[in-house]
């Protein structure tokens, strides 16, 4: 990496995430929780490092319980992934994400969803760990707080088809 590469990933990594990152779901005591959705955070990671400037690599996965209701015979399934972000310098960081199902018919079914919400948990996880613009700034309660008041415009309608592979 060049000294005006990371010059420039360094002053990217301090910024913290315009509204159009934030989404938000309901949240305990009647609050909101905010979040930065999977695909987003690959497209900063992209956008940030360069699509060839990072990769991602599961270290861990660890079933933490699967459960079949005798009754129903649906599955309920637990899974957390310890998964590890490398830049293209060597430079890393590694966090845990858990995922988990309740009551699906298929047992592949279950495992299936809990492991991939778990894989973009701990990939989330483990991007923010370098910086405010991947997600850090999050963990702010006053930078929550005053983001979810900011109003997003509406995504227009695709009309430019030349864009489209």
């Known amino acids: 990496m060049t000294s005006s590469e990371y010059k420039t990933i360094q002053t990217n990594l301090t910024k ?3 509204p159009e990152y934030v989404s938000s779901r309901p949240g305990p005591g009647g609050g909101k929780v905010i979040y930065l ?3 987003k955070a690959m497209n900063l990671a992209n956008d940030i490092f360069g699509f060839n400037g990072w990769s991602s690599s599961i270290v861990d996965i660890t079933v933490d319980f699967v459960d079949c209701n005798q009754d129903t015979g649906k599955f309920s399934i637990g899974v957390a992934v310890t998964c590890r972000v490398t830049l293209k310098d060597g430079t890393y960081h590694e966090d845990i994400g858990y995922g988990s199902c309740e009551n699906l018919k298929s047992k592949a079914g ?6 991939k919400e778990a894989a973009t948990d701990a990939l989330k996880r483990a991007l923010r760990m370098f910086g405010n613009v991947m997600g850090n700034c999050m963990y702010d309660k006053k930078y929550g707080q005053e983001i979810i008041k900011v109003k997003v415009p509406p995504v227009k309608c695709l009309t430019n088809f030349d864009n489209l592979i």
């Open 37 to 39: 959705e999977g695909w």
């Open 16 to 18: 913290q995430l315009g």
């Open 110 to 115: 279950a495992f299936e969803k809990a492991k």
